[in-house]
């Protein structure tokens, strides 16, 4: 436990940007909005948040929900935004768009698995056309002046492992540092994280190498720790808890009755700031992560699918608390 006091301690430098301690929450697309980070951000713990991840040609043909992402308030900072593409020009506008707005820094998504993104060219499918990717991470560093990052899986599948090619790319082509989730795109989200390539890849860069997948608890965070990786990146444990950080580097948990009362304030900020359907969506989407970590929890989710309105997502927490709290 000596090594989760050290790593604590730490500073982990991405071009000017500080990040203390070197946590990182993840692009969560439809989840890590300003709201959510807000409330990660507020249980301390993280050093830097991500934006979910913005589709480059959304942004610069002016679609007014991608235009919704990019909200967020100083208290989020430092706050890196991610974006996702193929081309590498409207890449490069982009992330122009995003320095302007005053973003800390740019990542590129090389991860992304889910077919509406590969088939469209980016997230992962990038991993099958290196010399692509080259020009992409080229182009966009010279559109910017903020740190820029790549987060990336391992390959496409385990025949095609180019984790050590395209870090390397990412480091010649200016990118400050690697977001690595220890996972091929075929395995999606099956199996384990593979510590072993997380750690060769730390070994042969010089650019810092940010661990990523399944940590959930000190004994996780401790195996990420062991692959030497200059900090850690959590997704699918803050979604569940969004106290994870803090409660991993203090060791300490927070009760699940103050999971219930963030989500009726995140529920009333969701419902203000969000047209009615998207309100909606979100609302059952963080209902149904968080029922995860709710004592009968099953009770939520097997009532989410026939709520119609924001008001009907909300009674079903309503019932939740009367029948298990009150
Ligand atoms: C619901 C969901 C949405 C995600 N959205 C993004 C995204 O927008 N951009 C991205 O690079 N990765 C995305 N990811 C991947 C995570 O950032 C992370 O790499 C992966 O979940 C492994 O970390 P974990 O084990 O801590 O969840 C998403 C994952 C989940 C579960």
């Known amino acids: 436990?000596?090594?989760?006091?050290?790593?604590?301690?730490?500073?982990?430098?991405?071009?000017?940007?500080?990040?203390?301690?070197?946590?990182?929450?993840?692009?969560?697309?439809?989840?890590?909005?300003?709201?959510?980070r807000q409330i990660?951000?507020?249980?301390?713990?993280?050093?830097?948040v991500f934006s979910?991840?913005?589709?480059?040609?959304?942004?610069t043909r002016g679609c007014e929900k991608t235009k919704l992402m990019l909200r967020f308030e100083e208290e989020e900072r430092p706050i890196f935004f991610q974006i996702v593409g193929k081309d590498p020009e409207r890449m490069a506008m982009a992330a122009k768009m995003i320095e302007d707005?005053?973003?800390?820094?740019?990542?590129?998504?090389?991860?992304?698995?889910?077919?509406?993104?590969?088939?469209?060219?980016?997230?992962?499918?990038?991993?099958?056309?290196?010399?692509?990717?080259?020009?992409?991470?080229?182009?966009?560093?010279?559109?910017?002046?903020?740190?820029?990052?790549?987060?990336?899986?391992?390959?496409?599948?385990?025949?095609?492992?180019?984790?050590?090619?395209?870090?390397?790319?990412?480091?010649e082509e200016g990118a400050q540092a690697v977001f690595f989730h220890g996972r091929t795109r075929k395995q999606?989200?099956?199996?384990t994280v593979n510590y072993n390539w997380i750690a060769d890849l730390k070994s042969r860069l010089n650019i810092p190498v940010i661990g990523n997948g399944d940590i959930v608890d000190r004994e996780t965070l401790l195996k990420m720790l062991e692959t030497k990786c200059d900090g850690i990146m959590i997704a699918r444990g803050a979604i569940k808890k969004p106290w994870i950080f803090h409660s991993l580097l203090e060791d300490r948990d927070v009760e699940v009755e103050k999971l219930i009362e963030i989500i009726e304030a995140q529920f009333k900020k969701l419902v203000e700031f969000y047209p009615e359907n998207l309100a909606k969506h979100k609302m059952k989407l963080f209902l149904s992560w968080y029922s995860r970590s709710l004592p009968h929890g099953k009770s939520i989710r097997l009532k989410l699918n026939d709520a119609k309105t924001t008001e009907e997502v909300a009674e079903i927490l309503v019932k939740y608390k009367s029948d298990y709290y009150d």
Request: aromatic content about 6%; glycine content about 10%.
């Open 1 to 36: 436990m000596d090594k989760i006091r050290e790593f604590k301690e730490k500073t982990l430098s991405i071009g000017n940007v500080n990040v203390s301690p070197p946590t990182f929450l993840a692009p969560i697309a439809d989840i890590s909005d300003s709201i959510f």
């Open 188 to 191: 999606m989200y099956s199996g």
């Open 40 to 48: 990660v951000k507020r249980f301390g713990g993280v050093g830097l």
């Open 101 to 171: 707005i005053g973003a800390d820094g740019l990542d590129i998504n090389m991860g992304c698995p889910s077919k509406n993104v590969t088939k469209t060219g980016g997230g992962s499918a990038l991993l099958n056309d290196l010399p692509l990717a080259g020009r992409i991470i080229k182009r966009v560093r010279k559109s910017i002046s903020i740190p820029l990052t790549v987060k990336i899986r391992a390959g496409w599948n385990e025949n095609s492992l180019v984790y050590n090619e395209i870090g390397k790319i990412a480091q």
């Open 52 to 59: 979910e991840m913005i589709s480059s040609d959304a942004l």
